[in-house]
């Protein structure tokens, strides 16, 4: 990815804000933020996906495509309100998915036939300003795609800025292509200088009375047939848009390809942290710090901190990160089911795996020799049927056996292979395998 | 994706060529192909990726793409030559590709510091008609890019014979975004009409005295600064292009994340069909066909075929089908591992693993009331051993344990379960779990 694009931006909780400190980054700290709100047009078929269902409701880890991109609009404070323009038909499953994963700032509209049906009905949501209604009229108004799930917070600030300065402003990407004109026989007629030519990509922003002044003066044709916003407000109200600059990850999934890339990224981003959690017993410990450094060695790129689970049941929130996804529990040869079960409850009890599925693998260190492997096995048995159990809660669960002790060698390759199973369980996120114990 | 996009025309070995009866295909049966070779700029050093790596040599499942890409030209039988043009300092990385994934047309060309330059280094190398040199010049070049590498033998057709008949032609996409053209200070001057307006893709295809002309003719400006070869046609040789919609797979790999579309394309490709070896012991071929049964309700889009292995030594290859990167093996609980190891060996020996992981996966079923699965699982503990050494061929080894007899119902769960478990091995392809024993 380009330098400065994602990967520094997990997924956030719904509700809570990552910055209230954006004005003050974007180098304005006296300027006050104009009331701003956001309309996402969600009324298309996905044709181009070629797949039955339209591409914003395509599932992604289990969850549609449009929840994430409203969980990166409601990450962001000062975008009060959101109206999605949905089909009626699709009207009872957006409702669902605002209730399922917590969206709290969301409004429906129902889509018109064309986008720039849509996003005018949208508009006019925001500018019902009737005593009773939750919208209120705001000063400045996004458009966002429901297919462009990383959007950003600076780049929503800056196209907001800008609108509020210019009246309107849009995010631009270079071309990936050459863009030529075609004759009417089919050949080239001239190939365009990539140099002066932008991609016009979404967020845009615009003055509310701007653009819906321009929807309430453009004609039919532009309705039916145009795409472009920043054209209506350049022919209707007479507005040049400010062109902003936008990072890679702005891009739109539009075919199929792009969900698998979409769910590549989302599945990095949330497999960034481990948190370990140590049984307090003393010689499982240091063999639980042990794995912990052939970890943080072979999964150079992730985060891992640990700490130890006091059997008083001290609150395992204590020890987690507040957005980790992924929990490896270090079991002594006695550890039990119980404890166990307390872990998992106290995750279940989060809200952590509304969003995304959430891996814990449970390891045991134990003598192979003194100790038959399969008699140990057999005493793990439960893990199989605790793990269809809290499936239902979005929470991915394995066994890990590790042999030990062993001489130093064989320990470190054990560790070794432990830490690449591990690696493949948090990476791929496959439920086909929960329930299952794993040898190292 | 679109309809007619991908998905149809699996990967194929290197060598055998997919189609002689293409020219049929395009509806022009009469017609004499032309004489074709193709070259591939691969010079570029990948900094809109973000990694380290030229974009061109980054890995899919291990293997650099630009393999991928040389192997879909392979398939076409028609093209008789490929220059590939590597800078001098990937000169020896490539020349190792060609040799360990078997590329049998391929030569190769210094590439030059821009694109232009080193697409003119590789025509300049077919142009050398020279006794002793084993490239002779075609009547038609088709340029391409190292980083499409769905490219389909249809497109490739098409463009060359339209270059026949019109000196060049180009493959085209719509637009997936408004295109616009800025003003000085950063505003939007005009969008662009969006239905006039193509995005030119690869490949490309020219009748090589028209494009070797327009290079030797062109001016530095257009060779540091060019980018659109059907341009330099236009200006210099005077050639319109004939412009041909492709499909959307034509995508060039520019991203990060396009890798990891690319990967899930590859995995799902590889993914359409299991092979079954079943055990000829009657009771074990009995609940095999019910696995089989089972793993066609619940993998519907997957074609799966199965055959009986005799123990006389009959050759598996009778069983496989040709191009089949997924086998399941169906064991008695007598099956011991010298059959395993004569199953493997045989794929070992047939060239399927050079081009992709190959997934194995050895079921086995056995009443886990009459001997415990610990028990049983211990005996198999040579699985975990064995799958490091097919690892080194890129063959990837499981086991998995089914329980039987048990009663209807409860068998009906395990088998689902165990498609699921096989689903997700063949599917992730997770060097990280071989060797492992899972249990449905």
Redesign the interface.
Known sequence: ???G?AGDSRPAKPGPCVSGAALAASGEPGRRMPTVAAVLPAGGCGE???VGTPKQFCPILERPLISYTLQALERVCWIKDIVVAVTAENMGVMERIVQKYQHTRVSLAEAGVTRHRSIFNGLKALAEDEPGCKLSKPQVVIIHDAVRPFVEEDILLQVALAAEE?G?A?A??P?????????AD???D???E?A??????MPQAFLFDVIYEAYQQCSDYDLEFG??C??LA?KYSDT????VEGS??L??V?????L??????IKERISQEICMVMDTKEDTERVGYLLEEVLKKELNNVKIVSGVRSHGGRDIQQITLPQCYNFVCVNGAASDFPETQQLLSVLEQSSLSILYPVVVVLVYFLDFKSV???????SL?WI?EFAKEVKKRNILLCGLLICYPQDEQTLQESLKQGA??I??LI??R????IG????A
């Open positions: 990815m380009e330098p694009a181009r996906m070629g210019h309107a849009g631009i990407r071309l990936v292509s050459t863009v030529i004109s075609a004759s089919g050949c080239l001239h190939s365009l990539r002066t030519h932008r991609a016009s990509e795409t472009e920043l054209q350049l040049k848009a400010k062109l890679p990850d891009w739109k539009t075919y199929k390809r792009d698998s890339a979409a769910e590549s990224i038959p492997l399969g008699q140990k096995m057999e048995m199989r690449a199973i690696a493949a990476k791929d496959n439920p086909g395998l299952q114990l794993l040898v």
